[in-house]
């Protein structure tokens, strides 16, 4: 009797472990069919907050969004850049000082932030980037108090409130400061425009030398477009042809240079060639803020271009050029000729 019982409880024990090891294993499953699940939806969340910032930022160079004003029109970037989405034009603005107009240009030309390609503003470009009023101090009154909301109350000037509207963007790091910002536009023969973003917009012009009218600094620069990327050695993919570009720094050369320079190009492990006039005409794009060029701001380099060498040639003595300003091809009627234009080396991936 005693040892039925014994047996009988037996079988009850084990039937218990049993039991509690299968609801184990099937809870663990569920456990990891959970938390796949979370994982996988935390993966489609950051998914679409990245997507949402990569269609801003135009590359990776920008770096991480750092903040956002003027209802969310204006992103600035770690990098600095910040991106207007009204234009869709990226700027860079200089320190809190003033320049005169040729140490600004000088400054925008060695700019290289975010893979460079930045010049100065014209005139209308300063005006769209007029955003939302604030209160500030007139130029040579710096504000030594504000209120809470952030406007200027007493300046150092005199004691008494003396400011402005100013339409300038938050994302500008100029505190309390309003400006006039230089753009690239010759007045004259000796003088150049400045825009101000006082009272909604006004224009003035000063020698580029002279430092009693000196202005602020904006650089400029087309969006970057997604279809290009760039890596480590400085060669780009074209995500749309496969194609993959190198371009040789510094100043133009002849075609018999650019010929041996591209076959000779060891960048990325080798395999270039000098690109043919269809390759070059698949980087055509919309003519650019510049109203010259037709090349995306990607291949943007210091100096300017519009020329650069094909490997085709004409007939024997001749050789092909291609022209970004205008879209097309042309020829030069010597290729060993002192004649020179800028070197592309090009490959498949």
């Not at 005693?2 to 499953?29: C, D, P």
């Not at 801003?56 to 989405?85: C, I």
């Not at 194609?243 to 010929?259: E, F, H, T, V």
């Not at 650019?288 to 380099?301: E, R, V």
């Amino acid at each position: 009797m005693f040892m039925s019982i014994e047996k009988y409880g037996l079988r009850i024990t084990k039937f218990l472990a049993v039991f509690f090891i299968f609801a184990l294993l099937i809870g663990s499953a569920a456990c990891e069919v959970c938390f796949a699940q979370v994982a996988e939806s935390k993966a489609q969340d950051s998914s679409k907050v990245g997507g949402a910032v990569g269609s801003n930022s135009g590359g990776s160079e920008l770096g991480a969004v750092e903040t956002t004003s003027n209802n969310g029109r204006f992103t600035k970037y770690s990098s600095g850049v910040f991106v207007d989405s009204s234009s869709g034009l990226e700027w860079y603005a200089s320190p809190n000082e003033d320049y005169t107009w040729t140490r600004a240009a000088n400054w925008i030309s060695s700019l290289d932030v975010a893979d460079g390609g930045w010049r100065m503003p014209t005139r209308s470009e300063l005006a769209g980037l007029k955003a939302d009023r604030f209160r500030c101090p007139q130029k040579n009154h710096r504000c030594t108090e504000i209120d809470s909301e952030g406007e200027c109350i007493k300046t150092e000037y005199d004691g008494k409130i003396r400011t402005y509207d100013c339409y300038r963007p938050g994302v500008i790091d100029w505190p309390l400061v309003c400006g006039f910002v230089w753009s690239g536009e010759a007045r004259d023969s000796t003088t150049m425009w400045l825009f101000g973003f006082y009272g909604g917009g006004v224009e003035s012009w000063n020698g580029p030398d002279e430092s009693n009218g000196d202005g602020r600094v904006v650089a400029v620069r087309a969006h970057r477009s997604d279809r290009f990327t760039k890596d480590s050695h400085d060669i780009i993919t074209d995500k749309q042809t496969g194609l993959q570009w190198y371009m040789r720094p510094g100043s133009d050369i002849s075609w018999p240079q650019a010929k041996s320079w591209a076959k000779n190009l060891r960048v990325g492990g080798g395999g270039w060639r000098m690109p043919t006039s269809n390759d070059l005409e698949k980087l055509v794009g919309p003519k650019q803020p510049d109203g010259i060029s037709y090349l995306d701001p990607f291949f943007s380099q210091k100096g300017k271009f519009i020329w650069v060498w094909v490997g085709e040639i004409r007939h024997s003595p001749s050789a092909w050029f291609f022209s970004f300003r205008d879209g097309e091809d042309n020829w030069r009627f010597s290729r060993t000729r002192d004649y020179y234009a800028r070197a592309f080396a090009v490959r498949s991936r």
